[in-house]
């Protein structure tokens, strides 16, 4: 009924196949990793939604330090100065990383990037895939190049429920399918499929879930709720949610 899958043991595991975990996987290609999703792959991400493009200074007549005034002035006080300077600093490469995974963004004529000015940007600077669709045209396009990546593995239809621990650390995931549940020992190396799933996991386990980003190289010390709800639990365990 289950299959033990021996060469998984040992990835890294990705919960979630939104934009946050596709990127992972593919930036980290090509270290073999797992990801873990309720959904089909990019399916319930909450990204497909968005219709506003990426902001970043990537004009000739803009710099981080102009976007991060602009940034500042609309937050009003309710930025966090290191957070918000980091953040837009990294905007560029953040867009030539999304298009090295495959995104292409809206262009003109001469093969120029097409900015948008919005909101309170006081500089053209916003990119956009495909206009308002820009949120499904990069979690789409994301899809098509991890479906193309030999080092990830997709398990979809799998509900990541709790963190295996060995003492105080990670040792593996339980997951669920419609049918079922079990887990592997902690210190097994195999990883099951089918009705249940657990694996043994040495390396680091990502939530990339509901807009949470969390790494995971020990025990938690509580639990993130599902994106869908779901009681919290406390028991040194992590409801991870479904995508």
């Not at 060469?7 to 593919?26: K, N």
């Not at 495959?102 to 916003?126: K, P, T």
């Not at 479906?147 to 593996?172: C, K, N």
């Not at 020990?218 to 919290?232: A, I, K, M, V």
Request: neutral net charge.
């Amino acid at each position: 009924m289950s299959e033990i899958l021996e060469e998984l043991s040992g990835r890294i595991v990705i919960v979630g196949s939104g934009l946050a975990g596709l990127m992972t996987a593919l930036t980290l290609a090509p270290e073999p990793t797992v990801i873990v999703t309720r959904a089909a792959l990019g399916g319930e991400s909450s990204s497909a939604w968005a219709q506003g493009g990426i902001a970043a200074s990537m004009g000739d007549d803009d710099s981080a330090a102009l976007h991060l005034a602009d940034t500042l002035a609309a937050g009003d006080g309710l930025c966090d100065l290191k957070m918000a300077a980091s953040i837009v600093a990294e905007a560029p490469a953040a867009i030539a990383a999304l298009e090295r995974a495959g995104v292409q963004f809206d262009r003109n004529g001469a093969g120029v990037l097409s900015l948008g000015l919005e909101a309170a940007h006081s500089r053209r600077r916003i990119v956009h895939a495909k206009g308002d669709g820009s949120g499904a045209a990069i979690v789409r396009a994301l899809v098509d190049t991890v479906a193309r990546t030999p080092s990830i593995t997709v398990l979809e239809g799998y509900r990541a429920q709790r963190l295996l621990l060995d003492g105080d650390h990670i040792a593996g995931l339980l997951c669920a399918t419609e049918e079922g549940q079990s887990s592997c020992h902690p210190r097994a190396s195999c990883l099951r499929r089918a009705a249940s799933a657990g694996c043994t996991m040495p390396r680091p386990i990502l939530l990339a879930i509901s807009g949470r980003g969390s790494r995971l190289p020990r025990g938690p010390e509580h639990c993130l709720p599902t994106w869908n709800s779901c009681s919290s639990i406390r028991r040194h365990s992590i409801v991870a949610g479904g995508r």
